[in-house]
């Protein structure tokens, strides 16, 4: 099983980057950032095809959200490495769903579309076989630096993959997605805690510790309510 790199094993170098003219300060601090991050060299040699893949593997750890035979459906999924874990942690029926395209990913299907098409739920299940036991979401728009404008559009995200995640989980379903710290959530967690038995923050170690983002954690899906 895939495990998150050890964080107590410190790299004893620090690489830096050189300047140059054709490097903004910007892109210089995020080549920095990369070398240096642990997870970005452990998502190399796992063969993961990003670093956020340790995060759902850190939420499944606490959480215990994809279970075996388990229907997952991973909403904004590119480049797939959200859907490489669900596979890899015995989820039945994987479904990896983007506006992009994403490469293959075996064990699981992928859907080039936009989840807001009205007729994507009753498409999706068909292809899962049934509801979906498990919605997930790392979507993100792309940020303005804008603090409070970055935190009300990803909120729009999230509201929608709920609403999408009420048209087809089944009983008992989760529900994980991607939040910015902001001030805003209230209305959210009144409607999932209206539909879950359980709903949590969480904030998984692989989650920049300079990053605002968070993630809601709902489980127990109460259809009907």
Known sequence: MSKSPN???KRALTVHVKKTKNRTPASR????RQLNDP?????QAQGYRSRAAF???ELD???KLIRKGARVLD???APGGWTQVAVQRGAHSVLALDLLPIDPVGGAVIVQGDFNDPEMPER???LLGGKADLVMSDMAPNTTGHTATDHLRIMGLAELALDFALDVLADGGSFVAKLFQGGSEGEMLIRLKRHFASVKHAKP???RKGSSELYVVATGFRPGK
């Open 124 to 126: 999706l299940t068909a």
């Open 7 to 9: 964080m107590t094993s």
């Open 39 to 43: 997870y970005v060299a452990a998502a």
């Open 55 to 57: 995060k759902l593997i």
């Open 29 to 32: 601090a995020w080549l920095e």
């Open 75 to 77: 909403l904004g999924a």
């Open 205 to 207: 170690p692989a989650s």
């Open 61 to 63: 750890d606490k959480h």
